[in-house]
């Protein structure tokens, strides 16, 4: 069983404020072609996700890796789909984006949720939210770029299945890895704090 470090006393507080301040979402058009995450780099990434807080340690979140060849099954799976979903609403340039979009990350990963009944389910989003946010703020402390996607088939209870997800389970979007091509940026503002907290002291 995997256990919390005893201390965190060492760690630079200004460098987890610059790390949580520097996250960006970074559209996977962004990442360099061809160049795959590390085995090793990806499951500490994922293990970090895994430290996300949960209430009555339900720990619901699931991810489904799309590495290599399989990143190509994603893409035909959820191309199909559409395909077999949209009818009228059909469009074409949408369905060889999907075809095509998985391909240009080296790792996509599926988020589920895996439903319990001991816990009210917007906990349980929470929670699989904040596992979401580790693993991001993860890949950057990495150097690498990170897009959470919540298109394509994230919505279609046909999809589930295919992600291991029961009917009552959740598929939350997909999680788009890779490295940054040279020079990629991507910028970011935040409204002043004043507008978004009220203070009760007395």
Same mark, same amino acid.
């Given at each position: *069983? ?7 006393? &060492? ?13 960006? #979402? *970074? ?14 780099? $990806?499951?500490?990434? $994922?293990?970090?996700? &895994? ?7 339900? +720990? ?5 890796? @799309?590495?290599?060849?399989? !990143?190509?099954? $994603?893409? &035909? ?5 559409? !395909?077999? /979903? ?9 369905? +060889? ?16 949720? /895996? ?8 906990e349980?989003?929470s %929670?699989?939210?904040?596992?979401v946010?580790?693993?991001? $703020? #993860? ?7 990170g897009?959470? #996607?919540? =298109? ?11 992600? =291991?997800?029961?009917?009552?389970? !959740?598929?939350?979007? @997909?999680? *788009?890895? =890779?490295?940054?091509?040279?020079? %990629? ?10 507008? /978004?907290?009220?203070?009760?002291? +007395?």
């Open positions: *069983m995997n256990t919390q470090l005893e201390s965190v006393s &060492t760690i630079d507080a200004s460098q987890v404020t610059q790390l949580i301040r520097g996250r960006r #979402s *970074m559209q996977p058009v962004q990442f360099e072609a061809g160049r795959v995450v590390p085995e090793a780099l $990806l499951r500490e990434l $994922l293990e970090n996700a &895994t430290w996300a807080p949960t209430h009555k340690r339900t +720990e619901p979140w699931h991810f489904v890796v @799309f590495g290599g060849e399989g !990143r190509q099954r $994603l893409a &035909t799976f959820q191309a199909e789909l559409y !395909r077999e /979903k949209a009818g009228e609403k059909f469009q074409q340039n949408k369905f +060889e984006k999907l075809q095509q979009s998985p391909l240009l990350s080296s790792h996509v990963l599926a988020i589920g949720l /895996k439903r319990t009944q001991e816990v009210p389910e917007i349980e989003i %929670a699989v939210a904040c596992a946010q580790n693993l991001h $703020l #993860s890949a950057v402390a990495h150097g690498l770029a897009f959470w #996607s919540s =298109g394509g088939v994230t919505y279609y209870e046909e999809a589930k299945p295919f992600f =291991g997800l029961g009917p009552d389970d !959740r598929l939350l979007g @997909f999680f *788009m890895l =890779g490295y940054p091509k040279s020079g %990629a940026t991507a910028r970011s503002t935040r409204r002043p704090l004043e507008e /978004k907290v009220t203070w009760v002291l +007395e």
